[in-house]
Each structure stands twice: as structure tokens, then as C-alpha cells.
Nanobody, 124 residues
């Protein structure tokens, strides 16, 4: 079992930036794809970004494409989400997750381990 801890959330003005980190402990995640999801109040948890086991491939939701960047450092067992040009609609709790596959996954059922989440609030 792998434990995930997100950090880096907070309050930011629209147009600003934040960088989320997710550190893993326990079983290494270097052999698995990783993802970031988010959940706004009253909404379903949705896919934001995914990265393959090697970091060679990434995929983004249309709503964040061009503004967010996912990356990973397997030596540090850490995945990052750089968020630029933030909008009020990006306000949500953000979760990192480890997939059960080496290739990019986008659906919740493809992920076996989840962090507790970190709040991101964008003020307009």
C-alpha cells in the first residue's frame, strides 16, 4: 500500500499560480501512472491531469489544458501539478492518485491509492 500526502494548496487571486506536490511513502509508485483529480462542492470528482510511469506522456482535461502542467520525480517519489492562470472555476479540493497501470489513466476506477486532498481556492 502507498500513502500519498498532498501539499501546496491555498488561496490565490484569479490569474495567479500555485504548485501542488504529492509525496508518496510506502510502496514506490515509480512503476505506475499518476493522476490529479479535483472535486468542487456539489460536483463529481473529475480528472485533471495524468502522467505515465516514465513521465514521457501526459494528458490534460480540456478545461486546464495549456494552463496546468503535471510532472513527476521518481527519485523523490513525488508528483507535481503546476497551475497557472487560475480561474474561479478551478476552486476545488485537489487529489493525487496512483493508477493500477503504467499507462495514463483517466477514470477513477483505474486508480488504487488516493491522497486526502488539498484545498485550492481562487478568488475573482
Amino acid at each position: 500500500q502507498v500513502q500519498l500526502v498532498e501539499s501546496g494548496g491555498g488561496l490565490v487571486q484569479a490569474g495567479g499560480s500555485l504548485r501542488l506536490s504529492c509525496a508518496a511513502s510506502g510502496r514506490t509508485f515509480s512503476s505506475y501512472a499518476l493522476g490529479w483529480f479535483r472535486q468542487a462542492p456539489g460536483k463529481e470528482r473529475e480528472f485533471v491531469a495524468g502522467i505515465s510511469w516514465s513521465g514521457g506522456a501526459t494528458l490534460y482535461a480540456d478545461s486546464v489544458n495549456g494552463r496546468f502542467t503535471i510532472s513527476r520525480d521518481n527519485a523523490k517519489n513525488t508528483v507535481y501539478l503546476q497551475m497557472n492562470s487560475l480561474k474561479s472555476e478551478d476552486t476545488a479540493v485537489y487529489y493525487c492518485a496512483v493508477a493500477m497501470t503504467r499507462l495514463i489513466a483517466t477514470t477513477r476506477t483505474d486508480f488504487g491509492s488516493w491522497g486526502q486532498g488539498t484545498q485550492v481556492t481562487v478568488s475573482s
